[in-house]
């Protein structure tokens, strides 16, 4: 008879992990397509705001972590540079997408990744765009922007 209680306890209890682990997967997946949805409409106004050369706007969008590596002004420069190579922005297309939260002394971060195909006029870049913002703030900052094109290698006109 004891052995039989033991059975039915741990069949119970077995049923209960399988339980939590259902759940914490689908919270962790709802978790997933908020952050995607909440980067990638960061990223649509960062493009936006591109395209109108709205430049108080994209400034306003980089972390403090962004112009630690490339100083302002040095990044306003390439910028102007890129878009006499590239030509007009024309489309995007995500290419993918990652996430990762970080815990340490200092507090928690998010990080989103997203990898896009961008068209120009003048042909096509793989851009990658690295946003983060601490746990607990509502706001993305960009802290990465990442080109790769042939058409870096075109000479400066």
């Excluded at 033991?6 to 919270?27: P, R, S, T």
């Excluded at 489309?91 to 990762?100: A, P, V």
């Excluded at 195909?117 to 851009?127: C, L």
Aim: proline fraction near 2%; charged fraction near 25%.
């Amino acid at each position: 008879m004891k052995a039989s209680k033991f059975l039915k306890f741990g069949c119970v209890g077995v049923l209960l992990l399988v339980i939590a682990g259902v759940v914490f997967f689908i919270l962790l997946i709802k978790g997933f397509g908020e952050i995607q949805s909440e980067a990638e409409a960061a990223a649509d106004r960062y493009f936006q705001a591109l395209v109108a050369k709205d430049w108080d706007k994209t400034d306003d969008m980089y972390g403090p972590e962004f112009f630690q590596n490339t100083p302002k002004k040095e990044w306003h420069k390439m910028r102007d540079r890129l878009e006499k190579k590239f030509g007009k922005y024309q489309s995007r297309q995500s290419q993918g997408f990652r996430f990762r939260k970080y815990y340490g002394t200092g507090g928690g971060y998010l990080t989103a990744v997203i990898t896009y195909r961008v068209q120009y006029e003048n042909g096509i870049a793989t851009e990658v765009i690295t946003l983060r913002r601490k746990i607990g703030e509502t706001q993305l900052k960009l802290i990465g922007h990442h080109i790769n094109s042939n058409m870096l290698l075109k000479p400066d006109e």
